[in-house]
């Protein structure tokens, strides 16, 4: 079986925090060592812009520094180092895979593969040079790498017919999502929320409109605001204007502080244009909430499962209109366990259909 590697240049860059980026692979890790069992070693993870080597659960982080050629150097060691053979992951889709691809021109028995977790529209249509490079760059990979991660069904489908001949596999796996246990507290539930980044692929401006929209009325709303980005500080001018609504920004959080709110949160807001998997959303579902959300091939997916507590949207008029009837009802939580029940069972799948991925 082959030993895994992980190689990322800059794990700053990631929008998930280092301790949420280990939690998520200790969980990858668990599900090798389930395959591998007694033959079982330690997931490796090369991450530049770490300060410290650590060792966790099924995982050993070597800290790499933020020069690419010393990354280079390291890398052709690490993985010429390791004679059996070997998958590496690659972390992002420009510097990483570049450096992760050179360096396997190196290495014996290797299979490189790439992961992509934004939609897939997002890189085909996006302008811009330095997109128009990650959309040479992704071309350019498809005949140089082994596996493909995806984490959105709809994009699979329109992937498939990108790919050359001969072509990679496709390894549908999206992010796992902690499913709590607990019964929620639907009395504790009085807020209105938006969690994400905060530019403009996120809607940060179709959000701006709904809040202006919510203020016309008798009713005053409570909203959480959760999440970090270029657009924050403009959106904070902005909402400071809105005197009929109790706006709490909350900056950048854990994950683990993201779940303490959720016993807060009644309804959650998602204004992207374009989603891969939904995870905050599928999060909310999870933790009792409901959400509104504007209308993509994965949102109407979502609402077409579990319509009673997801409405999608197409203005911001229509999403103040769900917004206000899911706030003046009792959401019920009949569905829930359902859910989880039907979640729980649906990532075992994913995993482990992504830790055979790097093994075989």
Known sequence: MRHVFYFHSNISRNATSLDDFIKRFEIYGSHVEQIMLQNFVAVTLLLGGVKISSTHKNLIVHAFPKNPVLQLYLLIRFLRRDRNPKTLVIGDNDISLILGWIASLFARSIKIQISIHASLEQILLSAG???????????????????????????????????????????????????????????????????????????????????????????????????????????????????????????????????????????????????????????????????????????????SRFPERFKTYTTPQEAVLHIREFMSRQSGLSLLKDYRRQLTAEQEVFLKHLALSWVL
Not at 252 to 263: C, F, G, T
Not at 293 to 300: D, F, H, L, V, Y
């Open 129 to 303: 040079v330095l997109n128009r490079v990650r959309k040479f760059l992704f071309f350019w990979s498809l005949k140089r790498v082994h596996s493909i991660r995806m984490v959105s069904p709809a994009d699979v489908r329109k992937l498939s017919a990108l790919l050359p001949v001969p072509a990679p596999e496709i390894v549908f796996a999206p992010v796992p999502i902690r499913i709590p246990d607990d019964e929620p507290n639907e009395l504790t539930k009085e807020k209105v929320a938006f969690i994400g980044r905060f530019h403009p692929e996120r809607g940060i401006e179709e959000l701006l409109d709904i809040l202006r929209l919510m203020c016309q009325g008798n009713t005053e709303y409570n909203f959480l605001v959760v999440g970090d980005g270029p657009k924050l500080d403009w959106l904070k001018n902005e909402a400071s204007s809105l005197s009929a609504i109790n706006i709490e920004f909350k900056g950048r959080l854990e994950q683990a502080e993201v779940q303490k709110l959720w016993s807060e949160v009644k309804v959650l807001i998602s204004c992207a244009k374009t989603e891969s998997y939904g995870l905050t959303v599928r999060e909310a579902l999870l933790n009792g909430s409901l959400v509104v959300a504007r209308a993509n091939p994965t949102t109407c997916e979502i609402e």
